[in-house]
């Protein structure tokens, strides 16, 4: 399995445990620091999973944007550049399920003969 492929999924996810571990969600946090460890598994239904979940953290990323975006409005803050980077994290999270598109990774999910 080529692990450069699969850098951007799993840093996805890393981001989002300390996301959640500074929200004070360490049982999120922790599922997601032991999401990235199904990949070892060749099953077919995994880059499915992925792609769901990279989606959903995505959104999560655009949720919180909305929420600390309106809140610094309400207090007269700057919100531009925290828009900016959720804006982008949330571009990269969701992003990042392509990578189970490439030829080598559906083979090797594809292929459950271990």
Not at 22 to 49: D, E, H, K, N, T
Not at 64 to 88: C, Q
Request: proline share 4%.
């Amino acid at each position: 399995m080529n692990v450069l492929k699969l850098l951007p999924a799993i840093l996805s996810f890393l981001l989002l445990a300390a996301h959640f571990y500074r929200a004070g969600l360490v049982p999120l946090s922790a599922l997601c620091i032991a999401l990235p460890f199904l990949l070892f598994l060749r099953q077919a239904w995994i880059p499915r999973l992925f792609q769901v979940l990279l989606a959903l953290g995505a959104l999560e990323w655009l949720r919180s944007l909305y929420f600390f975006a309106a809140m610094r409005i309400a207090f007269g803050e700057p919100w531009t550049r925290l828009a900016v980077i959720l804006g982008l994290v949330a571009l990269f999270t969701g992003l990042s399920g392509l990578v189970f598109r490439s030829k080598k990774l559906r083979e090797y999910f594809s292929d459950s003969q271990v």
